[in-house]
């Protein structure tokens, strides 16, 4: 088993950071192999940034992502950039006001989450990552619940746990809605 996921937006958004704790969960929390790597403009904000996370059983013996199952978007300019690089079948994951436009994609399968509104509802612009970590957990199944909170609970700064938390749980409940439909 490889699993291949692609985190993708612009600097500021915490794309690097949703990699971080995708792949904390999956080596400490889950027991399984996982490499995390990133790229990022020059600038500190809003240029463009990715974060590419592989996920396995077996020894990872190439670290980086050749075809994404998974694309997790929130930027306009990373969907256009990556989004018909998604292997046959895989699952594209987006913010649909971050991505007002989209292409006809054949063979993936699109699920879009207002994890931006959601994160303003919630106070904090800032936590939209973590909300759309959460819808990624419920869609994808890839890895626990459990693990991945225990992930954010050491990867988020102290004194913003429980608001990063309710962030996920919001995320988390809304991607297993968009199951159910």
Known sequence: MRIEIRFAGFGGQGIIK????TATAACIYSGKN???TQSYGPESRGGACKSEVVISEEEIDFPKVIEPEI???MSQHAYNEY???VKTGG???LD???????KELKNVRVFKVPATKIAEELGRKIVANIAMLGAFVAITGVLD?????ESIKVNVPKGTEELNLKAFERGYEYGKNLLKS
């Not at 649909?96 to 989209?102: G, I, L, T, W």
């Not at 619940?145 to 909170?149: I, L, Q």
Request: no cysteine; charged share 20%.
């Open 91 to 93: 699952i594209i994951i």
């Open 96 to 102: 649909p006001e971050m991505v007002p436009h989209e």
């Open 34 to 36: 996982a490499v995390q």
């Open 83 to 85: 989004a018909e690089n």
């Open 18 to 21: 949703s990699g971080i704790i």
């Open 71 to 73: 694309l997790v978007v």
């Open 145 to 149: 619940k459990e693990a991945v909170k």
